[in-house]
């Protein structure tokens, strides 16, 4: 899916490092954060023929990213997804996308994105800019993606560590990348949303 993202842009070592922290933060200080696997849905919609957009996602990526919830600065941060773990609901359709006319996901296995810079929000649950790179079948090109950091605090069970929880959007166009098939004809959009919800700890 490499190319399955064009002004984006679907984020390993180091994430969305977008985040306008609210006064309930104890632990104001740069730290490392990193996203928890299992509260990480990856979104993708693309327009399929006209009648519909088709909604899928991506079942495992991971990522970190390296914040100072006091001055709202991102000092790094990189995510990683498997272009293999495509999902739509449908197998022959799965393995088209894992295909080379579309991710080409045995060459190109994991999909890239790394930050390069963000601008937070003026206040609390509004959007920040996070811009970055987006490296996909191969090619890399920048993207920017909206963020609103939803709440920081320590999570009330399970491992009660202090965690970010972060929605993030895009949107690209596959083409750049490289990725045209269905293109020129309509029969697929070339214009794909991106959707993040995640959750981070602090560790």
């Known amino acids: 899916m490499q ?25 104001a200080e740069p730290a490392d954060w990193e996203i928890d696997p299992e509260h990480f849905s990856i979104v993708f919609e693309a327009q399929h023929i006209g009648f519909q957009s088709q909604l899928g996602f ?15 600065e991102l000092i790094s941060g990189y995510v990683e997804i498997q272009a293999e773990s495509i999902f739509t609901n449908h197998d022959d359709r799965d393995d088209h996308l894992r295909s080379r006319e579309f ?7 994991v999909i890239v994105f790394e930050a390069s810079s963000y601008v937070p929000a003026d206040n609390p649950g509004e959007e920040g800019v996070l811009a970055g790179n987006l490296t996909m079948l191969g090619e890399t090109h920048p993207v920017e993606l909206a963020v609103t950091v939803n709440k920081q605090e320590r999570y009330p069970f399970g491992h009660r560590r202090e965690t970010l929880g972060i929605s993030a959007s895009a949107t690209i166009f596959r083409s750049q990348w490289g990725m045209d098939y269905g293109v020129s ?3 697929v959009g070339d214009e794909v949303k991106l959707r993040f919800e995640l959750e981070a700890l602090r560790q």
């Open 3 to 27: 190319k399955m993202f064009q002004g984006a842009p679907l984020l390993v070592r180091y994430l969305i490092p977008v985040f306008a922290i609210t006064a309930t933060n104890t632990n």
């Open 185 to 187: 004809n309509e029969m």
């Open 103 to 109: 991710l080409s996901a045995r060459r190109n296995p």
């Open 58 to 72: 991506f079942l495992e990526g991971t990522g970190s990213f390296n914040y100072d919830p006091e001055s709202q």
